[in-house]
């Protein structure tokens, strides 16, 4: 179990596995049969049948034979050449015979250079002038727009101020209002409690004074029943009048 | 035993010289040149001497130009691997592992490159064409305890290529081998 687990031996099942399946292809047989065939070189002390075998293709071969068919084709090149070259002509007549050619040919590339130099100098122009526009302009804005905050903020600082001071004049009247009223309205409080009292107290008086009167009215009514209704040999009782509210209150 | 008709050897020995080549180099076209040079070879030894062992002697020859391919991979920095020629017949038929494997045979191949040539030479007779301690001893021409320290080294460093363990199971067997 532990060989199961040893990659070693895990990787050489795999190499036996994937060579286990292979045939060797007939071609590469007969073309190694061939090559034995073609290097044969029989010895005196072998066997009749057996193949020979000659020495290696070196492998500087294809690379000298690569040499030699460069050299070659160089040198048909150059014979090429030389053989194909055309004879010198005179200069002034070389020179008179381009020259209208050579002159139409550059007249439209010069007139498109010129075209071209122009158009890249008004182009510079116009962005310098663009940028120093563009830079007075951006300043010129700046300085407008501070000076436009400034009176903006000046003039809302005087209308803030302005508000405050009618909101405060404002606070103060209602504030004087509702003080007004709220004495106004302690003032009948204390005039209804005192209103009050004195109709309590007088009802009181009044009460006590008919109390007083009825009691009095009762115990006199008791006491002529009572002598009335005394029997014989029984004295009348000696009753004294009982003083008046009025009578007791006299000084 | 003198070679007599290398007609039938290829026919005989060709297989197993195509696997031996197939599996380290994993390409079919330089295995192909791998199984003419290996050929060409045994007929050049065998004109200059007795072959004894013809199967041991192709073996060890395609082996030795299979690494030499390999290793030439390696400093060309450029793995031909081919891209179905990697799919294994076993019946392992979760992608998933068949895919561990491959890569797993991969890395081991470009391990095998990057070995000694004695060492990689021992473990590929040695674990690929299941040749004993003295076959191997008798190819390569070396003791068969140079064959075991060979062996040895060369399994540690692919383990540490691999990133793997050893285990005593394969040291048992190599006692037993050898």
Same mark, same amino acid.
């Given at each position: 179990?532990?060989?199961?687990?040893? *990659?070693? +031996? &895990?990787?050489?099942?795999?190499?036996? @596995?994937e060579?286990?399946?292979?045939?060797?292809?007939?071609?590469?047989?007969?073309?190694t049969?061939?090559?034995? /065939? %073609?290097?044969?070189e029989?010895?005196? %002390?072998?066997?009749? *049948?057996?193949?020979?075998? !000659?020495r290696?293709?070196?492998?500087?071969?294809?690379?000298?034979?690569?040499?030699?068919?460069?050299?070659?084709f160089?040198?048909?090149?150059?014979?090429?050449?030389?053989l194909?070259a055309?004879?010198?002509?005179?200069?002034? &007549?070389? @020179? /008179?015979a381009?020259?209208? /050619?050579?002159?139409?040919?550059?007249?439209?590339?010069?007139?498109? @250079?010129?075209?071209?130099?122009?158009?890249?100098?008004? &182009?510079?122009a116009l962005?310098?002038v663009?940028?120093?526009?563009k830079?007075?302009?951006?300043?010129?804005?700046?300085?407008?727009?501070?000076? +436009?905050?400034?009176?903006?903020?000046?003039?809302?600082?005087?209308? #803030?101020n302005?508000?405050?001071?009618?909101?405060?004049?404002?606070?103060? #009247?209602?504030?004087? =209002? %509702?003080?007004? !009223?709220?004495?106004?309205?302690?003032?009948?409080?204390e005039?209804? @409690?005192? =209103? %009050?009292?004195? =109709?309590?107290?007088?009802?009181?008086?009044?009460l006590?004074?008919?109390?007083?009167n009825?009691?009095? *009215?009762? *115990?006199?009514? +008791?006491?002529?029943?009572?002598?009335?209704?005394?029997?014989?040999?029984?004295?009348?009782p000696?009753?004294?009048?009982?003083?008046?509210? &009025?009578?007791?209150?006299?000084? | 035993?003198?070679?007599?008709?290398?007609?039938?050897?290829?026919?005989?020995?060709?297989?197993?010289?195509?696997?031996?080549?197939y599996?380290?180099?994993?390409?079919?076209?330089d295995t192909?040149?791998?199984f $003419?040079?290996?050929?060409?070879?045994a007929?050049?030894?065998?004109?200059? $001497?007795?072959?004894?062992?013809?199967?041991?002697?192709?073996?060890?020859l395609?082996?030795?130009?299979?690494?030499?391919?390999?290793?030439?991979?390696?400093?060309?920095?450029h793995?031909?691997?081919?891209?179905g020629?990697?799919?294994?017949t076993?019946?392992?038929?979760?992608?998933?592992?068949?895919?561990?494997?491959?890569?797993?045979?991969?890395?081991?191949r470009?391990?095998?490159?990057?070995?000694?040539?004695?060492?990689a030479?021992?473990?590929?007779?040695?674990y690929?064409?299941?040749m004993?301690?003295r076959?191997?001893?008798r190819?390569?021409?070396?003791?068969?305890?140079?064959?075991?320290?060979?062996?040895?080294?060369?399994?540690?460093r692919?383990?540490?290529?691999?990133?793997?363990?050893?285990?005593?199971?394969?040291?048992?067997?190599d006692?037993?081998?050898?």
């Open positions: 179990m532990k060989k199961h687990h040893d *990659r070693l +031996f &895990q990787a050489l099942a795999g190499l036996k @596995r060579g286990a399946s292979q045939t060797v292809p007939e071609e590469v047989v007969e073309e049969l061939r090559q034995m /065939a %073609d290097r044969k029989p010895r005196a %002390d072998s066997c009749p *049948r057996l193949l020979p075998v !000659r290696h293709s070196s492998a500087r071969r294809p690379l000298v034979r690569l040499a030699a068919a460069a050299a070659i160089v040198l048909l090149g150059y014979l090429a050449g030389r194909s055309p004879k010198p002509q005179n200069p002034d &007549q070389l @020179r /008179a381009l020259a209208p /050619a050579v002159a139409a040919a550059l007249e439209p590339a010069l007139r498109e @250079r010129v075209v071209e130099d122009l158009r890249q100098e008004y &182009q510079l962005a310098a663009y940028v120093r526009v830079e007075e302009l951006t300043a010129q804005y700046r300085d407008d727009l501070n000076r +436009f905050a400034l009176g903006t903020l000046a003039a809302s600082n005087a209308v #803030t302005e508000l405050l001071t009618q909101l405060v004049q404002e606070l103060d #009247t209602a504030k004087t =209002q %509702d003080l007004r !009223r709220i004495t106004r309205a302690l003032y009948e409080i005039m209804n @409690r005192v =209103q %009050d009292k004195t =109709q309590l107290a007088s009802g009181l008086q009044t006590a004074s008919r109390t007083e009825e009691l009095s *009215r009762t *115990r006199q009514e +008791f006491a002529q029943l009572v002598l009335h209704a005394r029997p014989q040999g029984f004295e009348r000696t009753t004294e009048p009982i003083p008046t509210h &009025q009578e007791r209150n006299k000084p | 035993m003198q070679v007599q008709d290398w007609q039938t050897i290829v026919s005989e020995h060709g297989p197993l010289v195509w696997r031996t080549a599996r380290l180099l994993a390409h079919h076209a192909a040149d791998c $003419q040079e290996t050929f060409l070879a007929v050049q030894i065998a004109q200059r $001497q007795r072959v004894r062992n013809v199967s041991g002697l192709l073996v060890h395609a082996t030795t130009r299979a690494i030499d391919r390999l290793r030439q991979r390696g400093r060309q920095e793995c031909r691997t081919e891209a020629a990697c799919r294994t076993g019946q392992n038929h979760d992608p998933a592992a068949e895919a561990q494997a491959q890569e797993l045979a991969g890395r081991l470009e391990a095998i490159g990057r070995l000694p040539e004695q060492e030479k021992v473990f590929c007779l040695r690929l064409n299941e004993s301690y076959q191997i001893a190819e390569l021409k070396i003791g068969i305890s140079a064959v075991g320290v060979a062996l040895y080294r060369a399994k540690v692919l383990r540490e290529a691999l990133d793997a363990t050893p285990t005593e199971e394969d040291e048992v067997q006692e037993e081998a050898s």
